[in-house]
């Protein structure tokens, strides 16, 4: 955790220093580097790739934005997401790697979190479509946010908080 730490207090230390010298150089204003980062996507190893796009494409909504295939290095990669993704909104990379069917999660491994208006509603759909509901919706322990928990096709787990779209960003509570 040490390490994970300093490297982040290092990269904000870059970024404070890159963005000082662009500002001293009339070339941006206070703060631009660091205000301007996004993230732009998260990667899941996949052992069936159609399986996955079908899963996040007809069971959660997701849009299949793009694919590309690397014959050379054996693997393909297909990127999700709502509202067309990038730059409006993090995607998913579903990473295909020819031949391998299935993947230790490991311990470190938690959850993705897709916002939904109602997690009531999202889960009676997702069950609807044939998804797993592994924790139906409800308030989360010790709080009152509404969450719920579905699983992909390759043991993901997909958390589901209910919020409304100008809550972004305010945590459980």
């Excluded at 044939?130 to 989360?140: H, W």
């Amino acid at each position: 955790m040490k390490i994970l730490s300093g490297a982040w207090e290092f990269g904000v230390l870059l970024c404070d220093s890159v963005d000082s010298v662009l500002f001293s150089y009339g070339l941006s204003t206070p703060g631009t580097i660091r205000n301007t980062m996004r993230i732009l996507h998260t990667m899941l190893r996949v052992g069936n790739l159609q399986r996955s796009i079908d899963f996040y494409t007809q069971v959660l909504g997701m849009q299949l934005l793009r694919t590309s295939e690397n014959p050379e290095y054996q693997y393909t990669l297909a990127f999700l997401g709502f509202d067309g993704g990038n730059p409006g909104q993090a995607e998913l990379e579903l990473t295909y790697n020819w031949g391998t069917e299935q993947y230790e999660h490991g311990s470190a491994y938690g959850h993705i979190a897709i916002g939904v208006p109602d997690a009531y509603a999202a889960c009676d759909k997702i069950r609807a479509a044939g998804g797993n509901i592994t924790r139906e919706a409800g308030p989360v322990k010790g709080g009152s946010t509404v969450i719920a928990f579905v699983t992909d096709p390759d043991g993901y787990k997909i958390e589901l908080i209910q919020r409304t779209e100008t809550a972004a960003g305010t945590g459980l509570r």
